[in-house]
T-cell receptor, first 111, second 112 residues
Framework: SQQGEEDPQALSIQEGENATMNCSYKTSINNLQWYRQNSGRGLVHLILIRSNEREKHSGRLRVTLDTSKKSSSLLITASRAADTASYFCATDEGNAGKSTFGDGTTLTVKP | DAGVIQSPRHEVTEMGQEVTLRCKPISGHNSLFWYRQTMMRGLELLIYFNNNVPIDDSGMPEDRFSAKMPNASFSTLKIQPSEPRDSAVYFC??????????FGSGTRLTVV
């Protein structure tokens, strides 16, 4: 099964509202990354949080990491229609050199 | 920086034909990854290279799939013979150091 599992699978909100997506994983990690994928496009790296960090901000994005619960959350504040996309978490484990992606959360922001 | 460049963007081919997908990673990135994305199975890692050397090809579905990285600026993923179930979007991504991946725009493959 996937290392990272996003929750919810789909989320629909109104423009201006906040959107929160969660990611759970199973094993110890070096870091966790969040990506956005617009329809028909490749994934775009949003933010990386290391295992010794608890919170990170980038513009309207806020990521938290709780290694005791093996979970992370991505908060998008004041959402816009342009934020409509699928969001994926990915975990880097050990020295494997590769990340494992979850199945993604599909976010729809209605204007 | 032009990012990760994949070609072709779209490929339609008949069952049994050979398909070659191409990727140019970001200069200086020492890791390259090939992924396949479908609605049913999501994003699957097929193979990845470190410093042009294949490290893990356990995700390659069958012997019909092969990948090469002859130098630091070019990689190919080949499917021979292609089958309808190979239809998917194939992504190439590169990474340098302990940072996130940079993905290409993908190749949408349709095998009829």
């Amino acid at each position: 099964s996937q290392q990272g599992e996003e929750d919810p699978q789909a989320l629909s909100i109104q423009e201006g509202e906040n959107a929160t997506m969660n990611c759970s994983y199973k094993t110890s990690i070096n870091n966790l990354q969040w990506y956005r994928q617009n329809s028909g496009r490749g994934l775009v790296h949003l933010i990386l949080i290391r295992s010794n960090e608890r919170e990170k901000h980038s513009g309207r994005l806020r990521v938290t990491l709780d290694t005791s619960k093996k979970s992370s959350s991505l908060l998008i504040t004041a959402s816009r229609a342009a934020d409509t996309a699928s969001y994926f978490c990915a975990t880097d484990e050990g020295n494997a050199g590769k990340s494992t992606f979850g199945d993604g959360t599909t976010l729809t922001v209605k204007p | 920086d032009a990012g990760v460049i994949q070609s072709p963007r779209h490929e339609v081919t008949e069952m049994g034909q050979e398909v070659t997908l191409r990727c140019k990673p970001i200069s200086g990135h020492n890791s390259l990854f090939w992924y396949r994305q479908t609605m049913m199975r999501g994003l699957e890692l097929l193979i990845y290279f470190n410093n042009n050397v294949p490290i893990d090809d356990s995700g390659m579905p069958e012997d019909r799939f092969s990948a090469k990285m002859p130098n630091a600026s070019f990689s190919t993923l080949k499917i021979q013979p292609s089958e309808p179930r190979d239809s998917a979007v194939y992504f190439c991504a590169s990474k340098g150091g302990y940072k996130g991946y940079t993905f290409g725009s993908g190749t949408r493959l349709t095998v009829v």
